[in-house]
């Protein structure tokens, strides 16, 4: 099979290439869409594989085009962005499928797979049977009477090019069509020594009957094969579709691991310096008001091209960063103040990613004061946009797998995990069971579901511990608004429990001896006390103050401690802090109305002081139920 690959990122082009050739494809890459026009007029493909954004042509161009001229190959087209638009657009201008970059290799080449299977129409199997002989294209593998037979590359793409049309009569030149690149320039001889070599390959293998059929003049092609007690005809049923799965895997293991992915993925790395400093150059001439239109257009090219091909050579946190670079330098002319520092930002943050993810062992990096919120889940548009939002609200934002967060040393303040399909919410106890004790916000794409399959997935969320549960859509400012919610309820559980000495308490009590007296109580635990008289300051001093637990009087004068306690529970900020009520009412009416209020205990006077103490540090504890402080 003959591919067209059109892509002008060279380190995306150079690995998808060998990945395909690995894969016993035969490639030509172009760099532009004129080429790729060129090449498909030219030479006949079996699949077009087309970047959108491309110089001299864009994809979508070279693609109405190619349907205009009446080919009819199929075409798979690459995108960064997965806007609903932009991929109607595509498959509206005559493309078959789409996949959204950073992709994954096995996703690709299984999307191929498809579109082939799809546009072939001269076989009905995807096993092709000659006698004994068997070709998998599924797995990419030959075997006669069972056993594997080890094709060269050229060899296997002949052999499947002569059994997938077993009428049609091959000229050499057609054979050179098929199996060479258009920059390759074999003789006719070498087709005649390929056929060669499949011969002997065969016949080492123990095949006893004559293949292929050589037609004096003309060309090659299969002879008609012969009947055999184990194959009565030309189909055969596919292997064990989990044994196909493993040999896939162990394909896709063996490419990774090959010294030529190694070599083209050092020289992607080589090549980052010179593809950071053209988006540096503009940063800084966007900060000193000199940006020119031709810088413009080659910092957004260049991180068009850092979108797609940073992902696919394993830098997730650098493609999210890459394309929201992309998007700011696609706005205005006249950026605002912020953007120009949002822009320089976030070249800063490519830079560090990059640095970071070269580290392949995670050294420790020097802590920033920023929270550090990690972001897990499939949805990159979400995480572009929460991305720009974390640096407003003065925080980092990293795009993390599930894979390796047991390999992971930053410090996190908490986690964001966007989920697709309920099934992904196993990576919410494997989350829990690595990190007990750092929030996780749920953010759910439910919002055309049933509302009780939705009630169902909260309980779910609820019971594998996650921290909040949120729909989409929902905008960035109001998912961070609950970010800084849960960050403030963690910092204030962690200090109480990690450090009694930081629990601080406040006390507001008109009987300044009793104020006196608790206070004396309560220092030797390493609590600090702050003590109120005057309930008219008491917003005042709360807020100053910022205290883990509140201890009221029932009766002052102007306010009542229970009013104070209404109006705690009424502010969204200090609504789940532990109060305690302290009054000498013995009344069950009474005690009925402090709860009723909000209060979480009670305490009579005359206050007996091993009770107080062990009620206020059973309510330093943290509290996993209230929330929302």
């Known amino acids: 099979m003959k591919i067209l690959l059109v892509e002008d990122d060279q380190s995306l082009g150079e690995m998808l290439s060998l990945s395909l050739t690995s894969n016993h494809y035969t490639v030509d890459l172009a760099a532009d869409g004129e080429v ?50 932009e991929v109607a657009t595509g498959l509206d201008a005559g493309a078959d499928d789409y996949l959204v970059k950073p992709f994954n290799l096995d996703e690709l080449l299984a999307r191929i ?11 009905t199997s ?33 052999l499947e090019l002569l059994l997938r049309c077993p009428h049609q009569i091959f000229s050499r030149d057609a054979i050179i069509d098929r199996l060479w690149t258009a920059d390759d320039c074999p003789t006719k001889h070498a087709v005649t020594n390929l056929i060669k070599d499949l011969r002997h390959r065969l016949n080492d293998a123990g095949m006893t009957e004559e293949l292929i059929e050589t037609v004096y003049g ?28 493993k040999q896939l895997d162990q394909t896709s293991s063996d490419f990774h691991n090959s010294p030529e992915f190694t070599k083209i993925r050092a020289r992607f790395k080589e090549s980052l310096e010179g593809r950071m400093k053209v988006l540096q150059e503009a940063g800084k001439s966007l900060q000193a008001g000199t940006l020119t239109d031709h810088e413009r257009k080659a910092a957004k090219d260049e991180a068009h091209r850092l979108a797609g091909s940073l992902g696919t050579f394993g830098y997730l946190q650098g493609s999210v960063l890459a394309k929201a670079i992309e998007r700011l330098f696609i706005g205005s002319n006249s950026p605002t103040a912020s953007e120009v520092v949002k822009i320089n930002q976030l070249i800063l943050d490519l ?19 920023q929270p550090m919120v990690w972001f897990m889940g499939d949805d990159l548009n979400l995480a572009d946009a929460l991305y720009l939002e974390a640096i407003d609200q ?102 109480r429990v990690s450090d009694p000495k930081k629990s601080k308490i406040m006390i507001v009590d008109d009987d300044p001896l009793i104020l006196e007296f608790t206070a004396n109580l309560l220092q030797p635990w390493g609590l600090q006390v702050t003590c109120l008289e005057n309930p008219l300051e008491f917003w005042q001093v709360l807020t100053a103050t910022q205290p883990d637990l509140l201890i009221l009087d029932w ?19 200090w609504m789940s802090l532990p109060i305690l009520m302290v009054t000498a009412h013995q009344d069950a009416d009474i005690i009925s109305q402090a709860f009723a209020a909000g209060c979480d205990d009670f305490v009579r006077k005359p206050i007996i002081e091993p009770e107080l103490i062990a009620r206020i540090l059973k309510h330093l504890q943290p509290n996993p139920i209230r929330k929302g402080r």
């Open 36 to 85: 790729g026009i060129e090449l498909a007029c030219l030479w006949k493909y079996d699949l077009v594989i087309l970047d959108l954004h491309l110089p001299k042509l864009d994809g979508l161009s070279v693609c109405r085009q190619l349907r205009s001229k009446g080919l009819v190959v199929p075409i798979l087209i690459l995108t960064s962005q997965n806007s609903n638009q």
């Open 113 to 123: 797979r498809a579109l082939l299977r799809r546009g072939n129409t001269e076989t």
């Open 126 to 158: 995807p096993v092709l049977v000659w006698g004994n002989l068997c070709l998998d294209p599924s797995i990419a593998q030959v075997t006669y009477l069972d056993r594997i037979v080890a094709a060269r590359p050229k060899e296997y793409v002949l």
């Open 218 to 245: 003309i060309g090659y092609r299969v002879k008609v094969p012969p009947q055999t007690a184990n194959h009565q005809s030309q189909t055969l049923v596919l292997k064990n579709t989990g044994d196909q799965e």
């Open 351 to 369: 830079g560090k990613s990059i640095d970071s993810s070269d580290r392949c062992d995670r050294e420790e990096v020097t802590a920033l004061p």
């Open 394 to 495: 003065g925080m980092r934002l990293e795009l993390v797998e599930l894979a390796n967060i047991a390999q992971c040393k930053e410090q996190i303040s908490i986690v964001l995990l966007a989920l697709k399909q309920s099934e992904d919410l196993a990576q919410l106890s494997t989350l829990k069971q690595y990190f007990p004790t750092i929030p996780v916000l749920v953010i759910a794409d439910r919002s055309q579901d049933d509302p009780d399959e939705i009630l169902h997935e909260r309980v779910e969320v609820a019971r594998r511990g996650g921290d909040r549960y949120l729909l989409q859509p929902i905008n960035p400012s109001e998912i961070f608004a609950v970010v800084n919610q849960l960050i403030t309820e963690h910092r204030s559980r962690t200090d």
């Open 555 to 573: 009766e002052m004068p102007t306010f009542k401690g229970i009013e104070l306690c209404q109006v705690i529970r009424n502010d969204s900020q």
